[in-house]
Nanobody
């Protein structure tokens, strides 16, 4: 059974850092690309970054470029999202999701993702 479980969220002060984890089961990260998304209060979900089945990475949102690092540990079958210099506007629920088709590179299309985690709340506030 395919499952994605996010963790690592929490309350952090502005300027702080967090590392989110997306533990995958039921498939291998060597087969599917994984994206990180977020939904801020009152806003639509947006895709932040993706790591392909080959390990290549891409970042989509200008507002987070330079502050996010996506990575993976294939031995643990886990994808990470390291976030630094956090701002109040980064407050959101963060989700990871799996590309619908195997051996598909990252493309910015939410419709191409099927399995989603339950999300982890990140709150940036003093």
């Amino acid at each position: 059974q395919v499952q994605l479980v996010e963790s690592g969220g929490g309350l952090v002060q502005p300027g702080g850092s967090l590392r989110l984890s997306c533990a995958a089961s039921g498939f291998s990260l060597d087969t599917y690309s994984i994206g990180w998304f977020r939904r801020a209060p009152g806003k639509e979900r947006e895709e932040l970054s993706c790591i392909s089945f080959r390990g290549s990475t891409i970042y989509y949102e200008d507002s987070v470029k330079g502050r996010l690092t996506i990575s993976r540990d294939t031995a643990k079958n886990t994808v990470y999202l390291q976030m630094t210099s956090l701002k109040p506007e980064d407050t959101a629920v963060y989700y990871c999701a799996r590309k619908r088709r195997s051996y598909t590179y990252c493309t910015r299309s939410e419709a191409e993702y099927d399995n989603w985690g339950q999300g982890t709340q990140v709150t940036v506030s003093s």
